[in-house]
């Protein structure tokens, strides 16, 4: 479905229905923004077999973007997962991501910090990990954790050994105007940036923490700590919600997922996606003159079997 053949068919109607879908999640309107006006358990109206169809097909047009990007390696894709545990960001990532190919497409999940890691300001590891031109970066948690778990434990913040006068109750909101300089920096250097936030709800959430005990292919992932956490839930909310305000930038707009099921998620962040890649307008290197001769050339030149001289 090319942009290029929207000709007032069935394609239009569809461009119009995505374009209505993202607005619906985008935040564009950050002052005004409220985690509680979004319900975690939308669905904005599918059924999950229409969703999923409409997932394939986009994962199908992913894969074409990808090799345009990649092809016209010009510019590079950052996408930020953000969710607490068990929100999906892991399936998201395996279900949604299928259709990329692995040249050309980095995942890197961010943990608690090494100790190398805190003797350097905030954005410096996630600086080092991000996607060079024509590649697809995945974010699996991020650089916004500075202002997420470090500000519910602040602790944390004492690890980081900042000098002491720098430590203010500004503390946040510079950690947010740097996240936007950062990002703003990016974007006029070729990166375009997708920012989701993966909410779901607390019962959701004890409901699949649950069912890890049980699973035995995700018992791993149990931790003590991920159900201790859970008493601090409104503390995180909170967190969320003044981050995506202070966050949210016309360049580098937040989409709070519905993600309580996470085939409404899958489809949605596959829909923005595409979306996104879409207005990169992607193509394939044209060959100039000059080049198109030495097309030619190299084609009479194997086609009768000699080499180039
Ligand atoms: P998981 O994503 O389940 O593998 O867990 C990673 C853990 O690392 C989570 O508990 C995050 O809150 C934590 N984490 C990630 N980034 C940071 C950070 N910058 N500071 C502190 N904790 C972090
Ligand atoms: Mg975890």
């Not at 024509?134 to 991020?142: L, P």
Request: with cysteine; hydrophobic share 40%; net charge positive.
């Amino acid at each position: 479905m090319r942009r290029g053949s929207r000709n007032g068919d069935a394609s239009e109607a569809f461009f119009m229905r995505n374009g209505r879908l993202i607005r619906r999640f985008r935040i564009d309107n950050p002052r005004r923004f409220r985690l509680a006006d979004h319900d975690p358990a939308e669905t904005a109206g599918f059924e999950k077999d229409v969703a999923e169809s409409i997932t394939l097909a986009h994962v199908q047009r992913m894969t074409d973007l990808q090799q345009r990007l990649y092809a016209q390696h010009s510019w590079a894709l950052l996408i930020i997962l953000q969710g607490v545990d068990a929100a999906g960001k892991d399936s998201a990532i395996k279900r949604v991501m299928v259709g990329l190919n692995p040249q050309g497409c980095v995942v890197h999940p961010f943990k608690v910090p090494t100790a190398e890691e805190l003797d350097h300001d905030f954005l410096w590891r996630a600086a080092r990990r991000l996607p060079p031109r024509g590649d697809i970066g995945i974010f699996n948690r991020s650089y916004y954790e500075e202002v997420l778990v470090v500000r519910v434990h602040q602790e944390q913040l004492k690890a980081q050994r900042l000098p002491p006068g720098l430590v203010t109750r500004r503390i946040w909101d510079e950690r947010f105007a740097d996240v936007n300089a950062f990002e703003r920096y990016l974007l006029r250097n070729g990166t375009a940036l997708i920012k989701f936030h993966l909410r779901i709800s607390k019962e959701e959430q004890r409901r699949r923490l649950l069912a890890r005990l049980n699973d035995p292919s995700k018992v791993w992932k149990a931790s003590m700590a991920d159900v201790a956490e859970r008493k601090l839930w409104t503390k995180h909310m909170v967190a969320y919600e003044d981050a995506i305000r202070n966050t949210s930038t016309p360049e580098a707009p937040w989409y709070v997922v519905p993600a309580d099921h996470k085939w409404f998620a899958r489809m949605l962040i596959a829909t923005v996606i595409v979306d996104v890649l879409d207005r990169l307008h992607l193509d394939f290197p044209k060959l100039d003159r000059a080049g198109q001769r030495q097309i030619q050339r190299m084609r009479d030149a194997l086609r009768a079997g000699w080499s180039v001289k």
